[in-house]
């Protein structure tokens, strides 16, 4: 198990450093799925089933999916890994990667000092985790779905253009079509009223 | 001999739903010719039965082709998703007492992950092919199975809720009284949707719709690429409807006949169910796909489990 575990640690250390570097924004985000995907497995080995599945279906299944679509729609080619090129250039690099050293040197410090890091066996059942999201942690709760719904809002205010043309030309998008479209033929204008 | 059993167990898994992938071809063609009143692939071998074997030489044996414009790693990439989440899910699915892969406490939600995961092949195809069909196809797929997954989690909690339990082996347990179907009937229906939309099938292929897209993502693709997200499908449609037979049917719950045989009757009637949708149902307009996903299906799910909560709490 300590072998899948660091192997899995591995794979996510290694895909997060790729995504970063790539200039092609697919590929970089597929390094990222490949990335949660270790995350997840992380997560199974230490104890944690239910976290696991969550961050497949919410993290990599819904989330990059929806990362993924808006790229798709952008539809960014060559120009933009161009840019991307001019972009990254050493200097850029400086800055995060004086904080991220600073983080590292911290995270050695911890676990050397605190000596034995075992992880904990105990395996947390989907049960325990509803109880404490509804019991202790229920303002926080109360908190994200406020922020959730603040974004709902948000996108149904961003998205009401298309409400108004509704409401102008009505549910069916026929009427729409015929004024945008100016479709010449309508249905059965093409049949005489007193056929033979 | 303890440790060779759950090899053995893979090694039927993987033997039975691929060679039931490729013998769904030859039944998906000769039901539909049936219900259309003709007589489907019937020359070669005995009921045509052959033209499982003749179908896989030919996909074999075309040529393989990946277009000079295609993102070429990603294109060979996305065909592979498909079959590989739709096989890894089958690791979850109990056949008989006793006779499962992984009998994990997170099944359900497994499952559940491997069918999100499996957008990214129909996705990475559609971009990778770098056609304005094949894109827009993948677009539309996302878009789709986005939509559908969402209330395909939410109508299964209620079968959650009665049995307590996330392990398809104790949900099955949880049926010996009263298959889920009973109580669980608008979760059945709204599943069942979910589940034909998640598989892309007709009434919702819209992401291949040959009269519009030339069959939208998989357009450039040929030879056994082609055949795998062929093969891919099929295992998308025997996983759900093993998944319906698990969840609302009682599994391999029944009287008399072996459990292994009354899981694959219950599991082949639904895959039949799947071909007679086909048959039988226009493709809606993309905006009544989505329209209808969001609007009816989804607070319909959460009514079936905001209901079923209340009950269960009510009675306990």
Partial sequence: MLIAFYFAALIAVLTTAIAITRRHAVHALLYLIVSLLAVAVVFYIIGAPFLAALELIIDAGAIMVLFLFVIMMLNIGERATEVETTWLKPAVWAGPSALATVLIAELILVAVTSGSSAAPMHVVTPKEIGVSLFGPYAIAVELVS??????????????????????????????????????????????TSHAA | MM????????????????????????????????????????????????????????LFTKEDWIPPFADRAVFVLAPGIIVATALLSFAVVPFAPGFVVADLNIGLLFLLAMSSLGVYSVVLAGWASNNKYSLLGGIRASAQMLSYEVF??????????????????????????????????????????????????????????????????HSEYSGMKFGMFFVG??????????????????????????????????????????????????????????????????????????????????LS
């Fill in chain 1, 146 to 191: 406020l922020l959730l719904m603040a974004g709902l809002v948000g996108a149904y205010h961003l998205g009401r253009r298309a409400v108004r043309e509704e409401e102008q030309f009505g549910t069916g998008t026929d009427a729409r079509r015929a004024v945008f479209g100016r479709d010449a033929v309508h249905a059965g204008s093409d049949r």
């Fill in chain 2, 3 to 58: 440790s060779l059993y759950p090899l053995l167990i893979i090694a039927v898994v993987l033997f039975v739903i691929l060679n039931l992938a490729a013998g769904l071809i030859w039944v998906e063609r000769r039901l539909l010719a049936l219900w259309q009143d003709r007589y489907g692939p019937n020359r070669v071998g005995p009921f045509g039965l052959g033209q499982v074997l003749a179908d896989s030489v030919k």
């Fill in chain 2, 152 to 217: 395909m989690g939410l109508s299964l909690l209620g079968v959650v809720i009665l049995a307590g339990s996330f392990r398809l082996t104790d949900i099955v347990e949880a049926q010996r009284k009263v298959w889920f179907v009973i109580p669980q009937f608008a979760g059945f229906v709204l599943f069942l949707i979910a589940g034909v939309a998640e598989t892309r099938r007709l009434p919702f292929d819209l992401a291949e719709a040959e009269s519009e897209l030339i069959a939208g993502f």
């Fill in chain 2, 233 to 314: 499908e099929y295992i998308g449609v025997t996983l759900i409807s093993a998944a319906i037979a698990l969840l609302y049917f009682g599994g391999w719950l029944g009287p008399i006949l072996p459990s292994a045989l009354w899981f694959a009757i219950k599991t082949l009637a639904f895959i039949c169910l799947f071909i007679l949708l086909r048959a039988g149902l226009p493709r809606p307009r993309f905006d009544q796909l989505m329209l209808w996903g969001w609007k009816y299906l989804l607070p319909l799910s959460l009514l079936n489990l905001l209901v079923t909560g209340a009950v269960v709490l009510a």
